[in-house]
């Protein structure tokens, strides 16, 4: 089992930058595929980013490709998502989520732990 806590979320101006962290604490995080999940007000969780447990594979979410990029520290057991160019669009409640399929991909029920989610607002 793993428990994740999420900080570095805020409020930016468009076009700014922000870096989200997912603490995790428990065994084998490195056996873990991470994922950040997304949910804006009265919309459905989505998918933002996931990497697999040694890092070697990532991938994003169409509307944030190229601005957002996921990464993970397996030492420190901690991921990142750092993310550019923010609009107000991405304004969200931006989850870190943990999955102990290594083929994990975009779908909520793939991840089976989460962290409470970190306020993310992005002034127009």
């Known amino acids: 089992q793993v428990q994740l806590v999420e900080s570095g979320g805020g409020l930016v101006q468009a076009g700014g930058s922000l870096r989200l962290s997912c603490a995790a604490s428990g065994r084998a995080f490195s056996s873990y595929t991470m994922g950040w999940f997304r949910q804006a007000p009265g919309k459905d969780r989505e998918f933002v980013a996931g990497?697999?447990?040694?890092?070697?594979?990532?991938y994003t979410a169409d509307s944030v490709k190229g601005r957002f990029f996921i990464s993970r520290d397996n030492a420190k057991k901690m991921v990142y998502l750092q993310m550019n160019s923010l609009k107000a669009e991405d304004t969200a409640v931006y989850y870190c989520a943990a999955s102990t399929t290594m083929t994990a991909g975009r779908s909520v029920s793939e991840y089976a732990y989460w962290g409470q989610g970190t306020q993310v607002t992005v002034s127009s």
């Open positions: 990497i697999s447990g040694n890092g070697g594979s990532t």
